[in-house]
């Protein structure tokens, strides 16, 4: 009788289990919330009632009414919040009694609290007003626009609890944009008070006893090479010829994991966000700024701690040997990419000696990638000119250059040395869960319109393995350079791929043709290589451990790097924007770069600026219809054809900063003549 009683509990217990189900929430503008879930097919609904506290794009756990009507969507009720997307929000204050304070009639004392007020988020989703106690106030009165922090609400119905974390400047309308660009997809503004205290007491010093338990290469040349206006400084190069004749390279990386200890409030602030994220006028750092600019910093003439992989490189690029472990090394200088460059193409110049061997080597290493298999898709970075105000004055279009190659080569070698050691280790004979970097091969569907589209310009592809795919869309690639349709098939081939991610299962990376890969090189900005260290530290040390939560620590911040990634593309949508009013009912040259039913996008050739020319402005011209295997529009009487790599001539007709959107309208006679667009400001020709 006992045993079936216990049965039938377990049985019921693996039921309520099975009605348990994880999920992110999406509330749409009427206040409807929909939990999307990997393990079922269709999302399940929830009921405003049932939120218990969840807002837009936290991720629940819901649990499953009984399934309801045959055809009928689940239902659920949140039962937790597993995460929460955003804690700080924008909007404006609404006090109870605007009136100052009342202060002590008799002693001159401190203000007595009176009054309280809620803040009103400015969201197009629903959520609930956010009760400010006075002593929360900060500064702010009535109607000020605020940046607001959630700090508690509890499931018995009581209203959300806030404080005033700043007051905005309402007459500067990008530090709004940026602020709201950052919230929206989940990336707080400030961070916590703990982790700020923690920060600020780590000692700036470095104790000789600290010192002692590391390899000293502080007497080797070392430097840095970052970007003209790089505040954080994660790698460094150390160089010198060995008596064998070959060349003993140091790759040193900020030794982050030393000052930010595990499960500090440090540590669980730099994990929530996982990633720094770069907008064109900030960057809003994973790290406090006292951490990443200045203690973790590889700066010039000052001892840092860091974590390294020290190779033996032959003249001819063989890697004889390599160490891996902790060291104290000293930046002899910091060097800018330009400068690095100037001394690749002069030939001479501080350490040129040294830079020039190391680009020896580095364009060996990348050779040889790419004749394993590696797929060279050229990187064009835009960027933008700012004036003392953060407004956009020009546009810079930045292609990948042999200096920034140098320290790609020997940033891929450090990480994909790290890796393989780390596969071979196994605790209890299962390899040790661990934070690889993977890319999956292209899906064979997701190739087949490519390769149709690709064909139309003349390039073949062979299909018949992924290196032979590989080996396709380099020759492509080679042959498209510098052709109008080069961005275009390019961004296309990126969209046929797999994305990278973060995943404890070593599938490889495709793209760079490594079959073991990881993110060693750059803990100040990214929280999987802090992970990196801490696993490599524990496998030199013989202390491993399985870290059970890996795989859901490796989810975490892959979607942090696609929402980091989100945010960056929005916050160059609006300074795109931004930029492109300067010149309303001016054309410009483009290529087309997307087409859709209602239209298509066109990227100017100058700027790289994308703007939609909507299908109703066509119609005065012919009716357009889309025909999806084509990528392209097609004119029903004229025959007319917009194809995605088409050069066109487009006007400038609207640039709405709200919606982050350009409008161009096509240019039946565009490009008859001379169409030398100036930059307005310094009257010279876009870089």
């Known amino acids: 009788m006992g045993r079936k009683n216990s049965k039938k509990k377990k049985k019921d217990r693996h039921t309520t289990r099975e009605q348990m189900v994880k999920g992110i929430l999406d509330i749409t503008r009427s206040g409807m919330g929909f939990v999307s879930v990997e393990t079922l097919p269709e999302d399940v609904i929830v009921r405003p009632g049932d939120f218990n506290t969840a807002l837009h794009g936290d991720t629940v756990r819901v649990k499953l009414k009984e399934e309801g009507e045959h055809g009928k969507r689940r239902q659920g009720i949140i039962t937790e919040i597993l995460r929460r997307k955003q804690t700080e929000f924008l909007g404006r204050m609404q006090m109870n009694d605007p009136r100052p304070p009342a202060r002590a009639a008799t002693n001159g004392d401190d203000p007595v609290g009176r009054g309280f007020g809620f803040f009103v988020a400015e969201t197009d989703r629903p959520m609930p007003d956010i009760f400010i106690p006075r002593q929360n106030f900060n500064g702010a009165k009535d ?257 990948s250059k042999e200096a920034h190659q140098l320290i790609e080569e020997f940033m891929l070698l450090a990480n994909r040395t790290v890796a393989a050691d780390l596969s071979k280790i196994k605790l209890k004979n299962k390899p040790i869960p661990f934070p690889y970097r993977v890319h999956d091969n292209p899906d064979e569907e997701k190739l087949i319109p490519f390769v149709a589209f690709a064909r139309k310009f003349g390039h073949k592809f062979d299909t018949s393995s992924p290196d032979a795919i590989a080996a396709s869309f380099n020759q492509m690639l080679m042959d498209v350079h510098g052709k109008p349709e080069q961005h275009v098939l390019e961004q296309l081939g990126i969209r046929t791929m797999a994305k990278a991610k973060y995943d404890v299962e070593n599938i490889g990376h495709y793209g760079l043709g490594f079959e073991n890969y990881c993110h060693f090189t750059s803990p100040i900005r990214r929280y999987p290589d802090v992970m990196v260290h801490r696993a490599l530290q524990q496998a030199i040390e013989n202390n491993l451990y399985i870290d059970k939560k890996m795989a859901e620590k490796c989810k975490h911040c892959s979607e942090r790097e696609r929402a980091a990634m989100e945010a960056e593309r929005a916050a160059n949508k609006y300074k795109q924007v931004e930029y492109m009013k300067n010149f309303l ?77 350009l409008d161009y309208e096509w240019v039946v006679t565009g490009g008859l003549k001379d169409k030398k667009t100036k930059d307005k400001d310094n009257n010279e020709p876009i870089l």
């Not at 700024?289 to 992989?309: K, W």
């Not at 410009?588 to 909507?614: D, M, Q, R, Y």
């Not at 005065?620 to 999806?628: P, R």
């Open 585 to 661: 009912g001016e054309e410009f040259e483009g290529v087309i770069s997307g087409v859709a039913s209602f239209g298509f996008w066109v990227e100017t050739v100058e700027h790289k600026c994308e703007g939609l020319v909507s299908i109703n402005s066509l119609l005065d011209f012919d009716e357009f219809k889309l025909i999806e295997t084509d990528y392209c529009l097609v004119g029903q009487r004229s025959g007319r054809k917009f194809r995605m790599g088409d050069k066109v001539w487009i006007k400038v007709v609207a640039a709405n900063l709200t919606k982050r959107q």
């Open 143 to 399: 109607n000020d626009r605020v940046l607001v922090r959630l700090l508690e609400w509890e499931k018995d119905g009581k209203r959300p609890v806030g404080e005033v974390v700043s007051i905005m400047d309402e007459g500067d309308s990008n530090e709004m944009a940026m602020k709201e660009i950052l919230l929206e997809n989940g990336f707080p503004i400030e961070f916590p008070e703990e982790a700020k205290e923690e920060a600020a007491r780590i000692p700036d010093t470095i104790p000789d006893s600290e010192a002692k338990k590391r390899k000293d290469v502080r007497d080797i040349l070392t430097f840095t090479i970052d970007p003209i206006d790089a505040k954080d400084f994660d790698d460094a190069l150390s160089f010198r010829v060995l008596k064998n004749g070959n060349y003993e390279i140091g790759i040193h990386i900020a030794d982050v994991a030393h000052y930010v200890e595990e499960d500090t409030a440090l540590d669980k602030a730099a994990y929530e966000k996982a990633t720094s994220v770069y907008l064109p006028d900030r960057v809003n750092p994973m790290l406090p700024e006292h951490i990443s600019n200045e203690l973790c910093s590889l700066r010039p003439n000052e001892d840092s701690l860091t974590f390294s992989a020290i190779f033996q490189i032959s003249p001819k690029g063989q890697v004889k040997q390599h160490w891996l472990g902790k060291t104290v090394i000293h930046s002899d200088q910091r060097f800018s990419y330009e400068e690095v460059q100037e001394i690749i193409e002069a030939k001479e110049g501080l350490y040129a000696e040294q830079i020039l061997v190391l680009n020896h080597l580095a364009q060996r290493f990348r050779k040889q990638r790419f004749k394993n298999g590696a797929i060279n898709f050229s990187s064009q970075e835009v960027r933008f000119k700012l004036d003392e105000n953060k407004k956009p004055v020009g546009i810079i279009i930045k292609e």
